[in-house]
Structures are given as C-alpha cells and as structure tokens.
C-alpha cells in the first residue's frame, strides 16, 4: 500500500469514536431494580410503622438505661418521638429530596429536646443508630420473604441508607451540643447573677433556696467574704489560693477590680491567707471580713470585706478585719475620721512638710514600738532622745499627753485616719 494511503487510513482509524462500555448501562440498570426493591420494601414498612416502633422502643428499654427512664418518665411522648423519627427515615428512602428538609428538622428538634431534658448524648446517638439498623434489618427481611432473589440488590443501596444515619447523627449531635452550650451559658449567668445579688445584699427570700443549690452551699451556715485586689486584673487563681488555703468550701465571684470569695467558715476558724513564697504575688490586696450568719447577711459580710481591703497597704498586704477594728471604725465614717484627723493633729499639720512628716513618723512608729522609744529609735536610725524630742514637741503642738490613755487613744486614731483617708 501506497504510504500516503496508509497514513490516511490511520487517521480515518484514530478519528473514529471509540465504542463505548456497557457496564455504565449495566451499572444504570442495577441501581434502577435495586431502587424499585428498597420502594416497595420500604412501602412495606411505612404501613408497618406502630409495630416497628414498639420493636425500636422495646430494643432502647433493654440496651439504653437512660431511655429505659424516659420511656418510665414519658411513655407516650417517647414513643411518638421515635414514631415520628422512623416515619421519616422510612419516607426519605421513598422521597429523599422532598422528605429531606422534614427529616433534617425532626432530628435536630429531637437533638434539641433531649439536651434540655439531660439525656446523655451517646444514648442519643446509639437510639439513632439503632433505629438505622432496625430500619435495614426491616427492609431485608420483607425483600428475603417476598421476593428473596431480589435481597441482592439491597447491596447497591446499603451505603445510601446508612449515610443518611450518619447524616442525621451528626445533626443530632450539632442540636444537642448547641443546646447545652445555650444551657451551660444560662446556667453561668444564673449562677453570676445569684452570686451578685448575694454579695449586693439584694437577694430576694425566695431566691436564697436556690442560691444555696446552685452554689452548693447551705442557706444557713457561718460565712465570711474575702476580698482581693491587685497584683493581677481580677486576683488570679494564686491569689485565690493563697487566699483561703485550707481548701475550704469557696465560691468565687469575678468581679471587674475586685475578686469575692464566699467562704463556709462552719464553726472554724476565719481563713489565714498564706504570705511568703507561698502567698499571693506582689501588690495583691487581701480583705478577710468577719462573720455572718446565713446565705442572707453575706451583703453584709461582703461590705466588711471591703472595709478590711480599704485598709490594705497600696502595695499589697493582708488584713484580717477582726485584729485592725480601730482602723475599720475610722474608714467606715470617713467624714468622722477626717474632722478627727484635724482636731487632732492639726498643728501639727499646719508644720513645714519636712518638719510635719518627722514628727509623724515619728509618733507612729512610737505606737507601733509599743511606747519604746528605744526600739522606736533603732528603727528611725536615731538616738532614743531625739526619739523623746520629737515626742515631747508633738504633745506640745498637739496639747495631748502621751502618758494619758484616751489622749493615745485619739492619737492613734487620728493618724489612722490620716494614712487611709483622701484629703
């Protein structure tokens, strides 16, 4: 043959459309019987849904403990849910597109549901998956009693049926876990709120019941409040622990400056916050109110809390309100504690700042000696007359004695009152 014949041939061979395989249209054709087969099963089943039904019921109540309860709780309603639920799965496999939407909500309404009602989610999901299977075991057993040849073809439509399970599994577990969410969240700011109102002194009587279940405290007992501030925005879990160390019953309440702890102090001793390397850290203010009788007074203990963390040194510290009640009575009428601070001192106020904060320091660390002016001086790095210089020159100004009690008294006071009050 001629090569340019040759060559044309090949072409006209390469151009031509190469025959198709008859296996796509074996392939159409099986799924086409295998379609028919699942209908008139799944028909089958429709009509038979009570009894399928009372088998998926019957089925949870023997392997599933929490739906045994929900069955003992709700007969009826349970049964009409899993009617409900099978009704859809059988008419999705009759009409998968037009049922779907129905299908889809009917799960997520049930998922929904039992996660307000507190059924486990495995339960849950294990009912579903027992429903797929007894789904699949009906549509096999109507196939190998009516037309047994037939069971075959069920194979080319198993993986349809059983991801639609999976499908609504899923949509089950996404309602169920959405839900709690919305109740985890509702429950904390239940929990916020009651906390709140017990700290504010605005509990009403009927919400103390409630208060002391969802805190796990009892309405009556012995409480304290211990406040914290500083050394972290809101406290910190350190300076909590430090706080109350003893792994007493706490509930803690964040607030924006300041941390609360309700403490159940029961005939114990009020909570020693700890210091040192084990303590909260540095600049954190620690308030330990003092006791009050039931969950209604804790307002009050809460606003004893305060006045002990007012007391704290502005660089950190504790205060145990019951050893610093001088300093709790002056805080607690400012306006009282300021007009003393003047009566008092005024004079010597009215010094030369050097002169004025030599003398005060001077008398306050006189007090906290005890009246030693020998330790008073150790501490002042002076001698002990210069101590009693100074000391002699501040009864002067002041017109107080330092050797009459009542006019140490007013002393103290006054200078209390001027470290922890403005102005």
Same mark, same amino acid.
């Given at each position: 043959?001629?090569?340019?014949? =040759? ?15 008859? *296996?796509?249209?074996? =392939?159409? %054709?099986? +799924? ?15 009509? $038979?849904?009570?009894?399928?039904? +009372? ?16 069955? !003992?709780? @709700? ?11 099978? =009704? ?10 037009? &049922?779907? @939407? ?19 989610? $495995? &339960? ?45 599994? #899923? ?21 916020? %709120? ?12 009927? $919400?103390? *019941? ?30 909590? &622990? ?18 609360? /702890? ?21 600049? #954190? ?9 039931? %969950? ?11 006045? &002990? ?5 502005? +660089? ?5 309100? #019951? ?11 400012? !306006? ?61 100004? *002041? ?7 009542? +006019? ?14 403005? /102005?």
């Amino acid at each position: 043959m001629h090569p340019a014949v =040759r060559s044309r041939t090949a072409i006209r061979l390469e151009a031509a459309p190469a025959p198709q395989p008859r *296996t796509r249209r074996v =392939r159409s %054709l099986i +799924d086409a019987d295998a379609l028919r087969v699942l209908h008139r099963a799944a028909r089958v089943l429709l009509d $038979d849904l009570p009894e399928l039904t +009372d088998r998926l019921l019957a089925v949870l109540q023997e392997q599933e403990p929490a739906y045994r309860t929900a069955v !003992e709780n @709700d007969t009826v309603g349970t049964w009409q849910e899993v009617h409900r639920s099978l =009704r859809h799965s059988v008419t999705s496999l009759l009409d998968p597109r037009g &049922a779907r @939407d129905a299908a889809r909500r009917c799960s997520w309404k049930i998922g929904a549901t039992r996660a307000e009602q507190g059924l486990p989610l $495995d &339960a849950l999901l294990h009912a579903f998956r027992l429903g797929g299977s007894l789904v699949w075991q009906g549509l096999v057993e109507e196939i190998s009693r009516t037309a047994p040849e037939d069971v075959r073809l069920l194979v080319h439509v198993a993986a349809d049926v059983w991801n639609f399970v999976d499908e609504h599994c #899923t949509l089950v577990a996404d309602a169920y876990r959405q839900v709690e969410r919305q109740l985890a969240w509702r429950r904390e700011n239940r929990v916020r %709120l009651l906390t709140a109102a017990l700290l504010d002194g605005t509990s009403r009587i009927v $919400d103390l *019941t409630e208060a002391a279940e969802v805190l796990d405290l009892p309405e009556q007992g012995r409480y304290v409040v211990v406040a914290i501030a500083g050394g972290h925005p809101t406290g910190g879990a350190g300076a909590r &622990a430090a706080a109350v160390p003893d792994g007493g019953r706490v509930h803690w309440h964040t607030g924006g400056e300041v941390d609360y /702890g309700i403490v159940l102090v029961g005939d114990g001793d009020l909570p020693r916050p700890e210091s040192g390397p084990a303590g909260p850290a540095a600049g #954190t203010r620690i308030g330990v109110g003092t006791v009050v009788e039931g %969950l209604a007074a804790v307002g009050d203990a809460r606003r004893l809390a305060d006045t &002990a963390l007012s007391i704290c040194p502005e +660089d950190g510290g504790t205060v145990v309100l #019951t050893e610093h009640l001088p300093a709790a009575l002056v805080v607690s009428r400012p !306006e009282l504690g300021n007009a003393l601070a003047v009566r008092v001192l005024g004079p010597l106020l009215a010094l030369e700042p050097a002169d004025r904060e030599v003398l005060l320091d001077t008398l306050a660390m006189w007090l906290t000696c005890d009246g030693s002016a020998q330790r008073a001086g150790e501490r002042l790095y002076c001698h002990r007359n210069t101590v009693l210089n100074r000391l002699r020159r501040c009864e002067q100004l *002041t017109g107080r004695s330092l050797a009459r009690p009542t +006019d140490v008294v007013e002393i103290s006071l006054a200078l209390t009152a001027r470290r922890l009050l403005p /102005g």
